[in-house]
């Protein structure tokens, strides 16, 4: 399985940046799909999940109501729309394939991650 994430960059407060992943080498319709970042000195915390058929959505309290995840099934990807950005945003973002929607599983696959940068 082959996870291309792209899309990063710098920002300032309050812009916009959208993360897109690619998938490769596995079935990706049925597959649940999730974003999660780590930030410098701390643990890989979780962003946003999108089930297969995308009826079932979650996000971090954090991210609630600025972030919105979706996910293109004919192209396989997975994308994360990213508003009002804040510094402590700032992370590495990794999309992640596998595990369980209410992600008491971690994905079982990762992609490289992406750098999003937000300034004040």
């Known amino acids: 399985v082959q996870l291309q994430a792209s899309g990063g960059g710098l920002v300032q407060t309050g812009g916009s940046l959208r993360v897109s992943c690619a998938a490769s080498g596995h079935t990706f319709g049925g597959m649940n799909m999730a974003w999660y970042r780590q930030a410098p000195g701390k643990d890989r915390e979780f962003v946003a999940s999108?089930?297969?058929?995308?009826?079932?959505?979650a996000y971090a309290d954090s991210v609630k109501g600025r972030f919105t995840i979706s996910r293109d099934n004919a192209k396989n990807t997975v994308s994360l729309q990213m508003n009002s950005l804040k510094p402590d945003d700032t992370a590495v973002y990794y999309c992640?394939?596998?595990?369980?929607?209410?992600?008491?599983?971690?994905?079982?696959?990762w992609g490289q991650g992406t750098q999003v940068t937000v300034s004040s």
């Open positions: 999108i089930t297969g058929s995308s009826r079932n959505i």
């Open positions: 992640g394939m596998g595990g369980t929607p209410d992600q008491t599983l971690p994905p079982r696959w």
